[in-house]
Every structure is written in structure tokens, then in C-alpha cells.
T-cell receptor, first 116, second 116 residues
Framework: GAGVSQTPSNKVTEKGKYVELRCDPI?????LYWYRQSLGQGPEFLIY????????DSGLPNDRFFAVRPEGSVSTLKIQRTERGDSAVYLC??????????????FGPGTRLTVL | AQTVTQSQPEMSVQEAETVTLSCTYD???????LFWYKQPPSRQMILVIR??????QNATENRFSVNFQKAAKSFSLKISDSQLGDAAMYFC?????????????FGTGTRLKVLA
């Protein structure tokens, strides 16, 4: 596609529920990143995919968070047993290769998750 | 670990005037990349300008330029001839070429208001 898209734009859920957030990267981009942006903060890294594999998941806060990218394009971030502290904007970015000095990340508009 | 600091939570500038946004970072690496991203209310992060640490020449993109002081670990953004459309959150970001993941480390952002 022309840009990175994320669905849904907004998601409201109740504490304890399960949610899935979707990211469609730019076509042909092999690298995909998830970030979390809490209110008043800059984005914080969660996980990085190179192709289908999670090359770095060091930013995932705990085992309630999981992400997949089964075919190397679309990715889904999954959050189990949501907590109010999970409320944030979840940003997805993609880049052409994930390596090299000219590789630039392009961001989607994010999904605003609100846990009541 | 690398850190990025933006000490100005909010800045204001008159339309057509010039404003400088500050960013400092801490790293022990000699080679890295620095970025300024703009985030309007739509939430979509837009790349404004990038700088490779091994390049001494300051990057420029039309009305946007940086003052990169490697020894001082400072990377400020100058916006000339400010326009109403420049109003947004601005984030400074650091990327290491050696971490293997090329994740961005963001500062907390500066909200820029442009006054008509």
C-alpha cells in the first residue's frame, strides 16, 4: 500500500479482555516495528520483525503481550488480560530492509487503546 | 543504554519567525543516526530530517535544518519561516547501527505552537 495502515483507529475494551491490533506495512518492506506511546511520552519500542521472525522482542513489557507476522507482511499485536495501564497509542512502523544507514522507518497513524 | 532528552515540553513561535527545538542524547557509540519526527494531531509520525553522526555537515531540508554538535551530544532543530502547518509535537530520535534491531529511541517530545 501507499503507507502504513493500522486498524482499528480506536479500541475501547474492558479490563481483563483480549485485544488484537493490526498493522499493514508498506508493500515490500521486510522490517516491521511496534511502539507504544503513553500520554505525554515519546514512543517506546516493543518488538521488531525481520520478515516473519521476531528479531528483537526486548521491549514487550510482559508475557501478556505477543505479536505475530506469519507471512512477512501484516502483523498483529495481541494483548491478553488487558489492564488499565495498557491504555496508550500503539504505533506500527515499517522500513525497507531494517539495516543500513539510509533505512528509514515509516509510521502508521496508530491505534488508540483505552482500557476501562 | 542510550537516552534522548528534550528539555522543552512546549515552545511557541510567531508565524514567519524562526524557532529552535533542543535535543541532547547520551551514547558511548561513535556511529549512529539522529532523526526529527513531527507528529500532528492525526498521530502519524512524519520524518522531518535525519543526520548521520559520521557526517560533519549539518543536514537541511527546505525550511528545516539541524545544528549537530557531536562532542556536546546535541542535535537541535531549526525551523525557519514558521507556518501554521508546522504546529505539532516534535520528537527527536536516536538509532544505533550496531544494536542489530535498528529500533528508535525517542525523547519525550516538544509541542510547537505557531501563532498567527
Amino acid at each position: 500500500g501507499a503507507g502504513v495502515s493500522q486498524t482499528p483507529s480506536n479500541k475501547v475494551t474492558e479490563k481483563g479482555k483480549y485485544v488484537e491490533l493490526r498493522c499493514d506495512p508498506i508493500s515490500g518492506h521486510t522490517a516491521l516495528y511496534w511502539y507504544r506511546q503513553s500520554l505525554g511520552q515519546g514512543p517506546e519500542f516493543l518488538i521488531y520483525f525481520q520478515g516473519t521472525g521476531a528479531a528483537d522482542d526486548s521491549g514487550l513489557p510482559n508475557d501478556r503481550f505477543f505479536a505475530v507476522r506469519p507471512e512477512g507482511s501484516v502483523s498483529t499485536l495481541k494483548i491478553q488480560r488487558t489492564e488499565r495501564g495498557d491504555s496508550a497509542v500503539y504505533l506500527c512502523a515499517s522500513s525497507r530492509t531494517g539495516t543500513g544507514p539510509t533505512d528509514t522507518q515509516y509510521f502508521g497513524p496508530g491505534t488508540r487503546l483505552t482500557v476501562l | 543504554a542510550q537516552t534522548v532528552t528534550q528539555s522543552q515540553p512546549e515552545m511557541s513561535v510567531q508565524e514567519a519567525e524562526t524557532v529552535t527545538l533542543s535535543c541532547t542524547y547520551d551514547t558511548s557509540e561513535s556511529d549512529y543516526y539522529l532523526f526529527w519526527y513531527k507528529q500532528p494531531p492525526s498521530r502519524q509520525m512524519i520524518l522531518v530530517i535525519r543526520q548521520e553522526a559520521y557526517k560533519q555537515q549539518n543536514a537541511t531540508e527546505n525550511r528545516f535544518s539541524v545544528n549537530f554538535q557531536k562532542a556536546a551530544k546535541s542535535f537541535s532543530l531549526k525551523i525557519s519561516d514558521s507556518q501554521l502547518g508546522d504546529a505539532a509535537m516534535y520528537f527527536c530520535a536516536y538509532r544505533s547501527p550496531t544494536s542489530g534491531t535498528y529500533k528508535y529511541i525517542f525523547g519525550t517530545g516538544t509541542r510547537l505552537k505557531v501563532l498567527a
